[in-house]
């Protein structure tokens, strides 16, 4: 595990914020794409800067409000890990929507062509989680179980890598996303397909996380993935499946 790139004087550079500014450029030059190729103003590209800063915020704030038991708000805030899934997906979600709408940009047809550089950026942050020991599973014997000593919190016991699990699932789902859009899949279907994934992927590597159960085995990010994924269902069957159709 290497948490730290490098420092000047006090000032720390982690490996997961540099991790985290690479998925943000890499998303955002995927998008401009994206936007270009469906024939969409470039300004969208100011509703997925907002999405990246809403996601950030987010998910720091709902995680710091977690475990506010363990810290201060300024140690935890301020920490060189830690966010929230859910807390992410609802602050970029809430911040690029209310961008899409002062900049007019057409909601479905903007967030369709965001969904491979969301995939994207979201398995290059997976490393950073990796590198600085965060959002790690539970204990395993399995070979390629990895201890973060440093971790957060620290474990010297073997623990699923889940980081991992999740960045190397999140990359074919990309490319699906491309295919289709390449392809003429409709907006909503590639939406739709894109919650279903992205949500039965964190259902299915929740079991495996630590995390508090609310009801029964599941915790609060199970039932939001499940959400996610029924919103997509629901995209998926409404409409026909093609743009011209």
């Known amino acids: 595990m290497y948490p730290t790139l490098f420092r000047i004087g006090d000032f720390e550079v982690t490996n997961f914020g540099a991790l985290v500014a690479l998925g943000a450029l890499v998303g955002l030059w995927m998008y401009r794409r994206e936007l270009m190729r469906s024939g969409l103003p470039e300004s969208g590209v100011d509703a997925a800067l907002a999405g990246v800063f809403g996601g950030l915020l987010g998910a720091k704030l709902l995680w710091t409000f977690e475990h506010l038991d363990e810290a201060r708000f300024n140690e935890l805030f301020f920490?060189?890990?830690?966010?929230?899934?859910?807390?992410?997906?609802?602050?970029?979600?809430?911040?690029?929507?209310?961008?899409?709408?002062?900049?007019?940009?057409?909601?479905?047809?903007?967030?369709?062509?965001?969904?491979?550089?969301?995939?994207?950026?979201?398995?290059?942050?997976?490393?950073?989680?990796?590198?600085?020991?965060?959002?790690?599973?539970?204990?395993?014997?399995?070979?390629?179980?990895?201890?973060?000593?440093?971790?957060?919190?620290?474990?010297?016991?073997?623990?699923?890598?889940?980081?991992?699990?999740?960045?190397?699932?999140?990359?074919?789902?990309?490319?699906?996303?491309?295919?289709?859009?390449?392809?003429?899949?409709?907006?909503?279907?590639?939406?739709?397909?894109?919650?279903?994934?992205?949500?039965?992927l964190r259902f299915a590597i929740e079991f495996i996380r630590v995390n508090e159960r609310v009801i029964g085995p599941l915790t609060v990010a199970h039932l939001v993935s499940l959400a996610v994924a029924v919103v997509g269902i629901a995209l998926v069957i409404g409409r026909p499946a093609s743009r011209t159709a």
């Open 79 to 200: 920490s060189r890990g830690g966010m929230s899934w859910f807390g992410g997906f609802v602050g970029g979600v809430a911040a690029g929507l209310a961008m899409m709408r002062r900049r007019g940009i057409r909601v479905l047809p903007g967030l369709a062509a965001a969904t491979p550089a969301l995939a994207v950026g979201h398995a290059i942050g997976r490393v950073g989680c990796l590198l600085v020991g965060d959002d790690y599973g539970r204990p395993t014997n399995l070979p390629w179980g990895i201890a973060f000593p440093d971790g957060l919190p620290p474990t010297d016991i073997p623990v699923h890598p889940t980081q991992i699990y999740e960045a190397v699932m999140l990359v074919p789902i990309a490319w699906i996303l491309l295919r289709w859009r390449g392809r003429g899949v409709s907006d909503r279907v590639v939406l739709g397909a894109y919650l279903i994934m992205t949500g039965v």
